[in-house]
């Protein structure tokens, strides 16, 4: 059964740093990526960042320039390097690991908080 973990959530200053990490456990990587996204209080879920086989990665307009996702593949984890946080940016954050031949299998993790507030 496919597992995910997410960490490295907490209370941060406007202007400050946090690394998120998802740990991904009995998953064969493929071409449809792991993703991140986050839910703030009252609000949908949305999308945030993705990191494809090969490297390749996409971020939502808000934190483009801010946000690195990244991933270290023997460790079987994905990070979220979030700098410049924002009060905007508070919300929970969930990783999204995808597979299957049409990409429609999504196993999400059980999602990380995130605050920022001075």
């Known amino acids: 059964q496919v597992q995910l973990a997410e960490s490295g959530g907490g209370l941060v200053q406007p202007g400050g740093s946090l690394r998120l990490s998802c740990t991904v456990l009995?998953?064969?990587?493929?071409?449809?990526?792991k993703h991140w996204y986050r839910q703030a209080a009252g609000k949908q879920r949305e999308w945030v960042s993705s990191?494809?086989?090969?490297?390749?990665?996409s971020y939502a307009d808000p934190v483009q320039g801010r946000f690195t996702v990244s991933e270290d593949k023997a460790k079987g984890t994905v990070y979220l390097q979030m700098n410049s946080l924002k009060t905007e940016d508070t919300a929970m954050y969930f990783c999204?690991?995808?597979?299957?031949?049409?990409?429609?299998?999504?196993?999400w993790g059980q999602g990380t908080q995130v605050t920022v507030s001075s």
């Open positions: 999204k690991a995808v597979s299957g031949s049409f990409c429609t299998n999504n196993y």
């Open positions: 990191i494809r086989t090969g490297g390749s990665t």
């Open positions: 009995r998953f064969t990587s493929g071409p449809c990526g």
